[in-house]
């Protein structure tokens, strides 16, 4: 079957096309990297490296490839779906539109969540480098620039995320550099394969339960998917943006936290006391190069987290609050998109009142980034879970696809190392995604009660077919 174009797609599901469509491959790859952030594990270095008893790099390797079976069932599902809303949207027309809403409430427990958690870490990071400037202002700060990128509209958004995205790699490439010179002339402990593999303390708990941590990393290629109806390419490009994001950003994650781990100053202190100060990777730093390259990173993440990557959470939160509020399961004026920009408005401008307030909390809480980051990730993978059934119910169930490997085994897989993932996050993040889980039951059976379900039968007949050609 011919390709078609996604600029042919949207109205055949029964929507009209109002986001604008300018983003090419390279702008989807730009955007996954920059939302998982490719110095990502400087900000969790110290938790992941503590929940893994070291062995930071595993943990890394083992979250790429859980996430890289996500991936590959994300792919299917925007080319059989290419519209915003990602698992909301692929769970609704997969399996049925209560699962679609459940699945879109957990996954709003990661996007809603996650501005908020980046901008507290920025500002944390900010606030170390110029304690003069108070926390509560670097926040602000950091929410008020943000939204007037994105209120420009998505093609503002993507040009500054190119820009973002090559300081990063100057910045990663620098201590990648530095910490191979370092380690060679002797500093830190040398060359060592114990960040991989330590064969004194590593255990299938220990390991997972650091790979929940580590995951937090890894969020935002699934993002791609929110961009489907701004996407000007075929449908399959947000796949291969999604996988090829994954692999680049997990390599990198991979090289940089088995650097850092072999540069930590006292690695069994930070193991058993932890990162209380969140500074084990510029601590790493400084041991490779000094007080500059520690600064230095220090510096990137703040900018890295707090205006990067905050800067497309708010644009992917939007698309999802958008297409949920299309489907009247959210209030319509979130569904508003501004006429000349042609972005959601009400729903960026609702993230960021959510992330303000949000952020200003847990800056006061000692647990604030441990909290808001354990409660993103089991929104997010659970959401995963749903994905990957979604899958197998939508292809193989209903329209009898025989694509054994794409259909059936990858999303088995990935359920299943994911549900080990969940099994051995903390017990606080279980206990309150079950409570979010329970709130979103509860809106559930008020929408059906008062005739808010979308129909989506007319649309499903559609899919079907030509996912039946597809398959």
């Known amino acids: 079957m011919t390709k078609t174009p996604a600029t042919d797609n949207i109205e055949q599901y029964g929507y009209k096309q109002e986001l604008h469509r300018s983003l090419s491959f390279g702008d989807l790859l730009v955007y996954g990297l920059v939302f998982m952030v ?16 070291g062995m930071v790099a595993l943990a890394y390797a083992i979250g790429m490839v859980a996430m890289m079976f996500t991936a590959l069932s ?5 080319q059989a779906f290419p519209m915003s809303g990602s698992v909301y949207s692929y769970a609704g027309r997969g399996i049925g539109s209560p699962v679609g809403f459940l699945s879109g409430w957990m996954i709003l427990l990661d ?18 480098l110029v304690p003069s400037v108070a926390v509560w202002i670097w926040l602000v700060a950091f929410v008020v620039l943000n939204t007037a990128v994105n209120y420009m509209g998505i093609k503002m958004t993507a040009k500054v995320n190119k820009v973002m995205l090559i300081g990063e ?4 490439a620098i201590f990648i550099v530095i910490g191979i010179v370092a380690l060679a002339q002797g500093k830190g402990r040398g060359f060592d394969f114990t960040p991989l593999y330590n064969s ?5 708990p220990l390991v997972f339960g650091a790979v929940s941590i580590a995951v937090l990393s890894f969020l935002g290629f699934d993002a791609i998917s929110t961009l489907a109806e701004e996407n000007k ?22 090289v940089q936290t088995w650097l850092a781990a072999l540069l930590v100053p006292d690695p069994d ?14 601590d790493a730093a400084a041991v490779a190069a000094g007080g500059w390259l520690s600064n230095l990173t220090a510096l990137a993440t703040a900018i890295a987290w707090g205006f990067a990557n905050a800067l497309v959470a708010q644009a992917a939160t939007s698309r999802l609050l958008y297409a949920m509020a299309r489907d009247r399961q959210l209030p319509s004026f979130l569904a508003k998109v501004h006429r000349k920009h042609g972005v959601p408005i009400n729903a960026t401008l609702l993230v960021a009142v959510v992330s303000l307030v949000l952020g200003l909390y847990m800056a006061s809480r000692d647990d604030g980034i441990v909290l808001l980051s354990t409660l993103v990730n089991f929104g997010a993978l659970t959401s995963f879970l749903v994905l990957h059934v979604s899958v197998v119910v939508h292809f193989v169930v209903r329209n009898g696809s025989r694509d054994w490997w794409r259909h059936l085994i990858a999303p088995v897989i990935g359920f299943v190392i994911l549900t080990i993932v969940v099994v051995n996050a903390e017990v606080a993040a279980q206990k309150l995604g079950f409570v979010w889980l ?6 559930l059976v008020f929408l059906l009660a008062t005739g808010r379900r979308p129909d989506l039968a007319a649309i499903d007949n559609a899919d079907h077919a030509d996912s039946s050609e597809k398959a």
């Open 38 to 53: 490719p110095i990502a594990p400087f900000g969790i270095f110290g938790g992941v490296f503590q929940a893994s008893g």
């Open 74 to 78: 994300y792919s299917q599902m925007s």
């Open 111 to 128: 996007y809603v969540l996650v501005p908020g958690l980046l901008y507290l870490i920025a500002s944390l990071a900010m606030n170390s």
């Open 169 to 172: 790699l100057i910045v990663l």
């Open 200 to 204: 004194d303390t590593i255990s299938l």
């Open 233 to 254: 390419d075929e449908a399959r490009a947000l796949g291969r943006a999604m996988v090829a994001a994954l692999l680049l950003a997990g390599t990198l994650f991979i």
């Open 269 to 282: 202190l930070l193991i058993a006391e932890g990162d209380v100060a969140g500074t084990a990777f510029y």
């Open 438 to 443: 329970g709130i979103g039951a509860a809106i």
